[in-house]
């Protein structure tokens, strides 16, 4: 009789065990996962091209972008290049049909100049594009020091390889908080 209460608490303890940690163990991951499968992502920065906004190797959440027509002019977006086979993060300058006109560095929107105060070292860069529809022109902050749409065999990004928006640097702790 004995024996048998003894496997009866031996039995409790293992379902008490697997109920009170394997099962929200489990529960926990999985969520995580989905989060960041569907929700949100981390990204490294890969360059400075985007100093002083962000710095190479700061790290950052990444908001997951369904629906590429709500994103905004300004907008920081990591989309996928497939020039250089890897995710790059530059600020949205041009949408679908934009006239864009870079004139001694200065970036005009169908004939309206862009005030773009996150420019701290522009260049003297001069081009004409047109954006094509369902495409994305792209540059970066650090302008003299920047790969991007300018300067690409094809300067626009197509909208499915946009990955999401930048949200919030989380390192290093001293710039902790939104990224504008």
Same mark, same amino acid.
């Given at each position: 009789?004995?024996? /048998? =209460?003894?496997?009866? %608490?031996?039995? #409790?303890?293992?379902?008490?065990?697997? $109920?009170?940690?394997?099962?929200?163990? !489990?529960?926990?991951?999985?969520?995580?996962?989905?989060?960041?499968?569907?929700?949100?992502?981390?990204?490294?920065?890969?360059?400075?091209?985007?100093?002083?906004? /962000? =710095?190479?190797?700061? %790290?950052?959440? #990444?908001?997951?972008?369904?629906?590429? $027509?709500?994103?905004?002019?300004?907008? !920081?977006?990591?989309?996928?290049?497939?020039?250089?086979?890897?995710?790059?993060?530059?600020?949205?300058?041009?949408?679908?049909?934009?006239?864009?006109?870079?004139?001694?560095?200065?970036?005009?929107?169908?004939?309206?100049?862009?005030?773009?105060?996150?420019?701290?070292?522009?260049?003297?860069?001069n081009g004409i594009f047109k954006v094509?529809?369902?495409?994305?022109?792209?540059?970066?902050?650090?302008?003299?020091?920047?790969?991007?749409?300018?300067?690409?065999?094809?300067?626009?990004?197509?909208?499915?390889?946009?990955?999401?928006?930048?949200?919030?640097?989380?390192?290093?702790?001293?710039?902790?908080?939104?990224?504008?």
């Amino acid at each position: 009789m004995e024996e /048998i =209460n003894n496997q009866k %608490k031996k039995n #409790i303890n293992i379902r008490s065990f697997f $109920k009170d940690w394997v099962i929200p163990i !489990i529960s926990a991951l999985i969520i995580a996962f989905l989060i960041n499968k569907f929700l949100f992502f981390n990204v490294v920065v890969p360059t400075g091209s985007m100093i002083p906004t /962000i =710095n190479k190797e700061d %790290k950052g959440v #990444i908001s997951v972008i369904y629906n590429t $027509k709500n994103m905004k002019r300004g907008d !920081i977006i990591v989309f996928h290049s497939n020039e250089y086979n890897e995710l790059l993060i530059k600020r949205l300058i041009g949408l679908p049909g934009d006239d864009i006109e870079i004139k001694n560095g200065i970036v005009s929107i169908n004939g309206e100049e862009l005030k773009e105060d996150y420019v701290k070292n522009k260049d003297q860069y001069n081009g004409i594009f047109k954006v094509p529809e369902g495409k994305y022109f792209f540059l970066g902050d650090n302008r003299p020091n920047s790969a991007d749409s300018r300067y690409w065999k094809d300067h626009y990004v197509d909208s499915s390889d946009i990955k999401g928006k930048l949200q919030f640097r989380f390192y290093p702790f001293k710039d902790f908080g939104i990224v504008k």
